[in-house]
């Protein structure tokens, strides 16, 4: 922290013992705490924060609830079983609800909701992350999830732009494309993101996908492209906000067929 000057922090879960982080390290008996702790992942932040000789942005992927990182957090469902009550309302306390336990722990980014158009049914990875394959109920309920999750204190994320529903590959293991026009992707793929752009979402998640009608240059993913991150988002589509990019431990493939990094968080 203080020698690279680190900017933000993500939460990830799991079980490796990690070195106690508490300033009383006789609290609860134990000598060493573990990732997926919330009060350890609190401590911890508290740390960090008071190192950073500015505030850092801290984030956690707590897309089925805090629970989905964190254990003794609430576990909620995907977004596809919340979309099917067709309720807004219970989109907007279930992100008001993991905002309140994302504070708790020192979280400021929730990394949700997914606003991708499931589709097409043998999506391997969004799937039941969506909300659904209409795009108006995908765009009702994720603003009011979005909603929600500002109105408990925390940053709210649209993922994964500008895109991710209509493909049949996990861009964990591949590099998928989607070649459909530009004035289909405008009426779907992109509907959602510019309604919670207008809304005032705060941060954009890119995709490491391939849209020729976006970016025609051969092999660039959306999360590596100036038309799509600055032309689109930024310029066209008014984004002002903060702007993270997928995973980029993922197994990508680039256009020359290289796998790089090991395989890591959706």
């Given at each position: ?93 279930a992100g008001k609800l993991v905002a309140g336990e994302a504070r708790a722990v020192g979280v400021t980014i929730d990394f949700y909701p ?153």
């Amino acid at each position: 922290m203080r020698d690279f000057h680190v900017g933000s922090v993500h939460v990830f879960g799991g079980s490796e013992p990690i070195p106690n982080a508490l300033l009383n390290p006789s609290y609860g008996g134990a000598s060493i705490g573990r990732k997926g702790d919330p009060f350890v992942a609190a401590s911890f932040f508290n740390h960090l924060q008071q190192a950073a000789k500015i505030p850092l942005l801290t984030t956690a992927d707590f897309e089925g609830g805090s629970a989905y990182i964190l254990n003794g957090g609430t576990r909620l469902p995907r977004a596809m079983a919340i979309g099917a009550t067709r309720d807004p309302q219970l989109a907007y306390k279930a992100g008001k609800l993991v905002a309140g336990e994302a504070r708790a722990v020192g979280v400021t980014i929730d990394f949700y909701p997914v606003v991708d158009v499931n589709n097409n049914p043998r999506n391997p990875i969004i799937n039941i992350r969506s909300f659904g394959e209409d795009v108006g109920l995908v765009t009702e309920m994720a603003k009011a999830y979005m909603k929600g999750i500002q109105d408990g204190g925390a940053l709210s994320t649209a993922k994964h732009f500008p895109g991710h529903g209509d493909t049949e590959t996990d861009t964990h293991i591949g590099l998928p494309t989607i070649a459909h026009p530009r004035d289909r992707l405008d009426k779907v793929e992109l509907a959602p993101y510019r309604a919670l752009i207008d809304a005032g979402v705060d941060v954009v998640m890119s995709t490491h996908i391939i849209l020729p009608a976006l970016d025609p240059t051969p092999g660039i993913p959306a999360t590596l492209s100036r038309p799509i991150l600055t032309g689109l988002l930024r310029n066209e589509l008014k984004f002002q906000g903060l702007v993270f990019t997928d995973s980029m431990s993922m197994w990508r493939s680039r256009s020359s067929g290289r796998r790089t990094g090991p395989r890591r968080w959706p």
